[in-house]
């Protein structure tokens, strides 16, 4: 082998090993941006599915907030109806009790039921206030006589 030749082939083993060295470099910048990039997606993907389910416990909260306002508005219905239903009652137990038994009879029944009274205009087109106007008319007209 020449000087030329071993000069050659010394620059070609150097290049080689330069070759290798950046393909080595390149290589491991690629695994690196990789595993970088497989991280950065399963960090989204986790901060997606966190989102996903925030929403799908949101929607879960409105539906049962839903649903016990609709249990509690039934409840409601079903107390309103036991409550004209028991001043019905009143009424017609009234209207047949003499006047001394009104009373007596009232805080009895009102002693069973929480009840609020609410003020109701006379005259004002309110079915209840004209039954209990109707009886009232009804009753003074007993002792005008």
């Known amino acids: 082998m020449t000087g030329l030749e071993a000069i050659l082939a010394h620059i070609e083993q150097e290049a080689q090993a330069e070759a290798q060295g950046l393909l ?21 993907s986790q901060a997606i599915l966190e989102e996903a389910q925030k929403g799908a416990d949101a929607i879960r ?21 036991l409550i004209r239903e028991a001043l019905g009652q009143v009424c017609q137990e009234l209207e047949q009790a003499p006047a001394q038994e009104y009373f007596s009879l009232l805080l009895e029944l ?3 039921h929480q009840l609020h009274y609410h003020w109701v205009k006379g005259h004002a087109e309110n079915p209840e206030n004209n039954r209990c106007d109707q009886m009232a008319v009804a009753e003074s007209k007993k002792f005008s006589r």
Request: glycine letters at 4%.
């Open 110 to 112: 009102v002693g069973r």
């Open 24 to 44: 080595d470099a390149a290589q491991a910048e690629a695994q690196a941006t990789l595993e970088r990039a497989q991280e950065e997606a399963q960090r989204r």
């Open 61 to 81: 909260e409105r539906a049962e907030s839903a649903a016990l306002l609709e249990k509690r508005d039934g409840l409601l219905r079903c107390k309103q109806q």
